[in-house]
């Protein structure tokens, strides 16, 4: 086996016994996660499921590197995530785009945020971030000019700006319609088909999570475990096609029981 497959078959993620113990305001113990343990391979796209409250978010934040587990590890390429990292990107619920910059700057504003400048090459990457979610004519506007569609996909492009390694996603379409949903959705298929990235993608919606993802980890209500990780056996490529095969349904069946079932398994 060569470097390079090794490199390649070894997981990029590893959450290794993770519990995370938030403390409240009255003093009392919030247990958000508790031993969590599971792998993510290079450019797998993994969706995680689950009960408001079960930790989803306090996963992801963990891999960004914005909080530390109370105990347990978590590594990137075997190394423990102890703060953020350059090799992430990350898109929030909201894009939280600033008001008062145009399109286009607020796709390179995280780089002249950090570095004080753009440079040409960064700037001309924008342009093409820009065409590839189907915003090129709108890189002069303000965010307020654009629909909420169009400001999240403002966000997932600068979020690949830098061309991270890894994309988390943090229930992203959550505040958007269906049909705008929808759409997003398949939009993100087709850029992770054609620039693969490892993502760790958190929802509420079972058929987003479906239509996206390569596994599914589904969490049991809180305190947040890994309740059953299911291999999403749908072809690719998908499409809208994909969510009446009778095999899409059966599957949606399965995690509702999961996520609903008043024991969690």
């Known amino acids: 086996m060569t470097a390079e497959t090794q490199a390649a078959s070894r997981p990029s993620i590893v959450f290794d016994g993770v519990r995370q113990v938030f403390t409240s305001s009255d003093g009392s113990e919030v247990i958000a996660l508790d031993n969590t343990s599971f792998n993510i391979g290079r450019h797998e796209f993994i969706a995680v499921i689950g009960?408001?409250?079960?930790?989803?978010?306090?996963?992801?934040?963990?891999?960004?590197?914005?909080?530390?587990?109370?105990?347990?590890?978590?590594?990137?390429?075997?190394?423990?995530?102890?703060?953020?990292?350059?090799?992430?990107?990350?898109?929030?619920?909201?894009?939280?785009?600033?008001?008062?910059?145009?399109?286009?700057?607020?796709?390179?504003?995280?780089?002249?945020?950090?570095?004080?400048?753009?440079?040409p090459a960064e700037r001309e990457r924008g342009e093409e971030l820009l065409e590839l979610v189907g915003l090129k004519e709108f890189g002069g506007k303000r965010p307020d000019e654009l629909s909420g569609g169009m400001q999240q996909r403002a966000g997932i492009a600068r979020a690949l700006l830098h061309d991270p390694e890894i994309l988390l996603m943090d229930e992203p379409f959550s505040a958007l319609d269906a049909l705008t949903r929808d759409e997003l959705s398949l939009e993100l298929l087709n850029i992770?088909?054609?620039?693969?990235?490892?993502?760790?993608?958190?929802?509420?919606?079972?058929?987003?999570?479906?239509?996206?993802?390569?596994?599914?980890?589904?969490m049991s209500a809180r305190p947040g475990r890994i309740s059953e990780i299911i291999d999403v056996d749908l072809p690719r490529p998908r499409s809208m096609e994909t969510l009446t095969e009778p095999r899409f349904n059966e599957l949606a069946n399965h995690i509702r029981r999961q996520v609903f079932s008043r024991h969690g398994h």
């Open 192 to 218: 992770w088909t054609s620039r693969p990235k490892t993502v760790l993608f958190i929802t509420h919606s079972i058929p987003e999570a479906l239509l996206l993802a390569d596994r599914i980890l589904v």
């Open 51 to 119: 009960p408001s409250g079960c930790g989803k978010s306090t996963l992801l934040r963990i891999l960004a590197g914005l909080i530390r587990p109370t105990s347990g590890q978590v590594s990137i390429y075997d190394k423990a995530v102890t703060g953020p990292r350059d090799e992430i990107g990350i898109v929030f619920q909201k894009p939280t785009l600033l008001p008062w910059l145009s399109i286009r700057d607020n796709l390179t504003f995280p780089m002249k945020h950090k570095y004080g400048r753009v440079t």
